[in-house]
């Protein structure tokens, strides 16, 4: 079972690569096709870390600087940052750097709120 989804990711690496990512002119549809990426390398990377490590960071951090002009409340943004982190954490063991960018995110998306919240109000 573990092969074949292990297949599976790859082939799903494949398609993004060479059929959704080249075509993805609006913001949204790139940050889903690089996290989906991400995602996918991520996924191989618990099966052999050493063989994908590389590979996976790369993807997180392609995803995350393209994530930088979504709103900081979009919720593939939080979602993105949210996986980048636990592979931070957990794979690669910079809790430091982890907690540094689930902060910053949290501290983005509470004042993209609040500025939100007071344009309502008529301020």
């Not at 390398?41 to 996976?56: A, I, N, Q, S, V």
């Not at 910079?94 to 919240?117: G, H, M, P, T």
């Amino acid at each position: 079972m573990d092969n074949e989804k292990i297949d599976t990711a790859h082939k799903k690496i494949t398609a993004l690569d060479e059929e959704l990512l080249p075509y993805a002119k609006d913001i949204e549809d790139q940050v889903l096709f690089l996290k989906m990426r991400a995602d996918s390398f991520f996924y191989l990377c618990k099966h052999e870390f050493e063989r994908y490590e590389e590979e996976t960071t790369d993807s997180f951090e392609k995803a995350m600087k393209a994530a930088e002009k979504l709103p900081a409340m979009h919720a593939l943004l939080l979602e993105l940052t949210w996986n980048y982190t636990l592979y931070l954490w957990a794979y690669l063991k910079d809790e430091e750097k982890a907690v540094e960018i689930a902060y910053d995110a949290y501290d983005d998306a509470w004042l993209d709120y609040n500025r939100l919240s007071s344009m309502d109000d008529g301020y």
